[in-house]
């Protein structure tokens, strides 16, 4: 995979050194940071010729916890990062001030109110078009505020004589010119890698459909589109994590420079012009292309999803098959 934002040419050796720089500049500037805060400020901002990505931070992070550089603690699910040689009192500090905010995240309904905020705009901007025919339908959304769950009808999980396992749904289905689509949402901070979870049951369900599948997420790497566009996945980025518009004190802390600053977080679900681009024509325009590569590659695609093979097996595989080459060898290293 790659791992440097921004087309600079450096070198492994030069690209982890920069890494390791970045690391040290942010948690000494923030004091304590979990690892959603180092990406938005290294891998989603920053100065040009700077941005590493997710997984080169990973590694980069590990390093300097090896070397003693850095040192993290667990608090609940989170890790928070921090340097070693910080006053103990400073960090403790911090760390009670966004454990507090990370607290508010985590109560009551927020997280599924969260990944309501982006499906509603995905609703909304599939409402205003008549390229595509779709399923899945949010009720009483301009009635009901967004402090609360809306009422979701999900679309089938059968179709032609097709079903997904386990009772599980799309976000939504499209048709257009005689091409189906699913279409998973997935609101959230991580950048979406192709061996996640997201990735997986995205393939999985189209597979047992047999439908093209579509995925849209806050920040997809360069390797993610390469691969799924090979087979016949469409991809699209949203640069922007929703929140409902209810909750603008906490979306206040969670923006602070100081604090966690996810400066792209936008608030509301209304649909945007660069959604309304993607929904409206990139995807009625490309659909059918992309079904024929999803055709070819419906076998690996399936076989990914349902965990049948893993994922140096399925990138390996996808890319020979792509240059015509032998399938059959042992899979390649991942990058």
Not at 24 to 30: G, H, M, W
Not at 164 to 181: A, M, P, Q, R, S
Not at 285 to 314: H, K, P, W
Request: net charge positive.
């Amino acid at each position: 995979m790659g791992g440097l934002l921004d087309g600079a040419k450096l070198s492994k050796a030069e690209r982890d050194a920069l890494a390791e720089k970045r690391l040290r500049s942010i948690l000494r500037k923030l004091t304590v940071a979990n690892a959603r805060t180092l990406e938005q400020k290294i891998s989603d901002a920053g100065p040009y010729g700077q941005r590493i990505d997710p997984h080169v931070l990973t590694s980069a992070k590990k390093r300097l916890e090896e070397k003693g550089v850095i040192r993290s603690i667990k608090e609940n699910t989170t890790l928070w990062y921090f340097l070693s040689s910080t006053d103990t009192r400073f960090i403790e500090q911090k760390r009670a001030q966004l454990c507090s905010i990370e607290e508010q995240i985590n109560s009551g309904n927020l997280r599924k109110r969260v990944g309501q905020a982006l499906e509603i705009a995905v609703f909304r901007s599939l409402s205003k078009q008549d390229a595509l025919t779709f399923f899945g339908y949010y009720e009483g959304i301009d009635e009901i505020p967004d402090s609360k769950l809306y009422t979701k009808r999900e679309p089938p999980n059968s179709i032609s004589g097709r079903a997904i396992g386990g009772e599980k749904n799309l976000d939504f289905i499209v048709t257009g010119n005689g091409i189906t689509g699913g279409i998973e949402v997935k609101n959230t901070r991580p950048w979406i890698y192709p061996d996640s979870d997201a990735i997986k049951d995205l393939l999985f369900k189209c597979g047992q459909l047999n439908i093209v599948p579509i995925l849209i997420g806050r920040r997809i790497p360069f390797v993610t589109f390469k691969l799924m566009n090979s087979c016949g996945v469409i991809v699209h980025q949203t640069y922007r994590q929703r929140y409902p518009s209810a909750d603008t004190d906490l979306v206040d802390s969670l923006k602070d420079k100081e604090l966690f600053g996810y400066h792209d977080i936008l608030q509301g679900n209304q649909s945007d012009a660069r959604l309304d681009k993607f929904l409206h024509k990139n995807l009625p325009s490309v659909l059918s292309e992309m079904r024929e590569r999803n055709l070819e590659f419906a076998d690996l695609t399936l076989a990914y999803g349902s965990r049948e093979i893993g994922y140096r097996e399925f990138a390996a595989r996808v890319r020979r098959r792509t240059q015509g080459t032998d399938e059959d060898r042992d899979h390649e290293e991942r990058d």
